[in-house]
């Protein structure tokens, strides 16, 4: 059983829904200011992902030769 594979594929929406279940309480500032945090890097690297897995997946183009 791989549980580093499951971590990385499961933690940015787990930082997600535990930043959102924090703002949803909202009692005090430490869980707002915690639960924007954890939004923020769930967002990121779900950002991250996205654009790596794009660059991968598109095709290299190769710049046409000059002539002179």
Same mark, same amino acid.
């Given at each position: 059983?791989?549980?580093?594979?499951?971590?990385?594929? +499961?933690?940015?929406? $787990?930082? $997600? +829904?535990? %930043? %959102?279940?924090?703002?949803?309480?909202?009692?005090?500032?430490?869980?707002? $200011?915690s639960g924007i945090l954890l939004l923020t890097a769930g967002g990121t690297i779900m950002m991250m992902r996205r654009q790596y897995a794009l660059q991968t997946r598109a095709p290299k183009e190769k710049p046409a030769p000059r002539r002179r």
């Open positions: 059983m791989n549980i580093e594979k499951y971590w990385y594929e +499961a933690s940015p929406f $787990i930082y $997600i +829904a535990t %930043g %959102g279940f924090l703002l949803g309480r909202g009692g005090s500032v430490l869980l707002m $200011i």
